[in-house]
Nanobody
């Protein structure tokens, strides 16, 4: 199971750090991703990280502003979000899958957390 947290209301230009805690003993065997879904829009890829954290991949819209990381000892993946914009407002979901095959899309990920809401005010 995946449990996302850390969402909230922030002003444009601000920062938030999302966390996603995974249960179980095999966290390091999974590729982890963050996705988001804004009202009326499809779920979109935000960031992904390989099993050991050695490789990351970002959507163009967040490159240079967001950073994904993981701590396999804590079974947790993070998303540091800086320089937030109103268009970043969405429900953010963490997801897990066995394989790493960019471009990463939602259909590739088999396990999902419940989502955490991020609202960026202008």
């Amino acid at each position: 199971q995946l449990q996302a947290s850390g969402g909230g209301l922030v002003q444009a230009g601000g920062s938030l750090r999302l966390s996603c805690a995974a249960s179980g003993r095999t966290f390091s065997r999974y590729v982890m991703g963050w996705f988001r879904q804004a009202p009326g829009k499809e779920r979109e890829f935000v960031a992904g990280i390989t099993w050991s954290g050695g490789t990351t991949h970002y959507a163009d819209s967040v490159k240079g502003r967001f950073a994904i990381s993981r701590d396999n000892a804590k079974n947790t993946v993070y998303l540091q979000m800086n320089s937030l914009k109103p268009e970043d407002t969405a429900i953010y979901y963490c997801a897990a899958d066995r394989d790493w095959s960019p471009p990463l899309v939602a259909a590739d990920f088999g396990s999902w957390g419940q989502g955490t809401l991020v609202t960026v005010s202008s």
